[in-house]
Structures are given as structure tokens and as C-alpha cells.
């Protein structure tokens, strides 16, 4: 059986709601194995590094912007 990696990130509206606990939570209900954890506060450069396959479109800035507000 061949094992598969995801990331996932809570973003920044959830972490100022202090809803990172449930968050994990349902994800171990769910059959996830969680590898590791890491909060940090994405700078805006690694936020359009991140996201650069959007950067044509309209939203991009805003994005980056709501991603860079606060730790993930």
C-alpha cells in the first residue's frame, strides 16, 4: 500500500477563533495521522511563494494579505 503526505493549514480566521485544537481533532476522528505540527506567521514573501500560481489572478493580493494577518 502506498502511503500519502497532505498538508493542511488552518488559516489565520480560525487560529484568531483559537480553533486550532478542534481543527486537529477532527482531522485524528476522521483516520488522519498527524506527522508533525508547526505554527508560524507566513511572511509575505513565502504567502506569494506559497500562492504564486494565482498571482494572475484578481485575488491574489488579497489573499496574501488574509494569509500573512496572523499565525497559521
Do not use: N, W
Amino acid at each position: 500500500m502506498t502511503s500519502q503526505r497532505t498538508l493542511c493549514i488552518i488559516k489565520p480566521d480560525a487560529c484568531e477563533k483559537r480553533s486550532q485544537g478542534s481543527i486537529i481533532q477532527r482531522l485524528l476522528d476522521e483516520g488522519f495521522q498527524v506527522l508533525g505540527l508547526k505554527q508560524l506567521h507566513l511572511t509575505v514573501a513565502q504567502a506569494e511563494g506559497f500562492y504564486a500560481v494565482h498571482q494572475a489572478r484578481p485575488f491574489f493580493r488579497d489573499l496574501c494579505a488574509f494569509m500573512t494577518r496572523s499565525p497559521v
